[in-house]
Structures are given as structure tokens and as C-alpha cells.
């Protein structure tokens, strides 16, 4: 998969990992595949900041990551609990849209990497895990830096 142009937010986004899909190189923890990101095309996991984008985001996963794992098929974002004890993102935007599938643990403490589903009933909610999980990821990056 190439890099997508969001024009509503003048960034790229490319879905990595998954199984079968047409999507670039591999899964990875979340802490991985922020690194990735970041050292690989100077960007970081995606955020959101409003249902628009997280809807484009994905639909772009769905259409290249291909990934079942026989539940919600999650791929990892930027959002993140941090040391303030509040959801923040890695490209250090605020996270002031959430779309938390209900239930899930929202406080952070023990689950503080976010990550977005993409199939079944749960399909463009947000969740928070302990960020050991080897899943595909959304990166993205301003457009003059997403060569590669």
C-alpha cells in the first residue's frame, strides 16, 4: 500500500501489517510500530480529532489490512494514556475526540495504548490495551516527509 492523502487534514496515512491484505511490512507491538513511524518516515500513529477522520482511517484499514483475528480486527493509533493521567496523542495533539466502545477502560491505568476497530459490531470504536498486542497500525505523516 502506497501512502493515502487525508486533504481535510493535509497528512498521509499508510496501514501496515495484517494478514493477506495488500498492506506494507509487518504487525507489530504498540510501542514498535510508533517507533516505526517515527524513525522510517518522521510521523507517528495516527490521531483523530474528529469522526471524519477516524471513519477515513477506517475505511482505509478495512480496505488494506485484511487482518481477521475473529473479533473487532483492532489496528493501533496514537492515542495514549500519559504521565498527566489523561489521553494524549504521539504526534503531541490533545486527544479531544473520543469514540470509546462501551465499557472500555477510559481512566488508562492499566490499558494505555489506544487502538481502533475495524470490523463487526464495534467497527470504528475506540479501546485502550496493554499495548503488548502484535496488531497492524495506521501511521501518518505531513506529506512532504512520507517518501518510502
Known amino acids: ?7 481535510k487534514t493535509n497528512k498521509c496515512f499508510r496501514i501496515y501489517g ?10 507489530l507491538n504498540w510501542g ?5 513511524c517515527n524513525r522510517y518516515h518522521g510521523g507517528h500513529l495516527a490521531s ?14 478495512q480496505e488494506y489490512a485484511a487482518h481477521d483475528d475473529g473479533g473487532d480486527a483492532p489496528v493501533w493509533i496514537g492515542l495514549c494514556y500519559s504521565l498527566t493521567f489523561d489521553w494524549m496523542y504521539t504526534d503531541i495533539s490533545s486527544a479531544t475526540y473520543f ?8 481512566d488508562g491505568t492499566n ?3 489506544g487502538y481502533l476497530c ?16 502484535i496488531w497492524p497500525f495506521i501511521c501518518q505523516t505531513p506529506p512532504a516527509s512520507n517518501s518510502g
Open 111 to 113: 490499558f494505555p495504548s
Open 118 to 133: 475495524t470490523k463487526r459490531k464495534r467497527t470504528g470504536y475506540m479501546g485502550s490495551a496493554d499495548g503488548s498486542e
Open 32 to 36: 514498535e510500530a510508533e517507533e516505526t
Open 18 to 27: 495484517g494478514t493477506g491484505g495488500t498492506a506494507y511490512g509487518n504487525s
Open 48 to 61: 483523530f480529532h474528529s469522526e471524519d477522520e477516524l471513519l477515513f482511517a477506517v475505511a482505509l484499514a
Open 99 to 106: 469514540r470509546w466502545w462501551y465499557g472500555y477502560d477510559r
Open 1 to 7: 500500500m502506497n501512502w493515502t492523502y487525508y486533504a
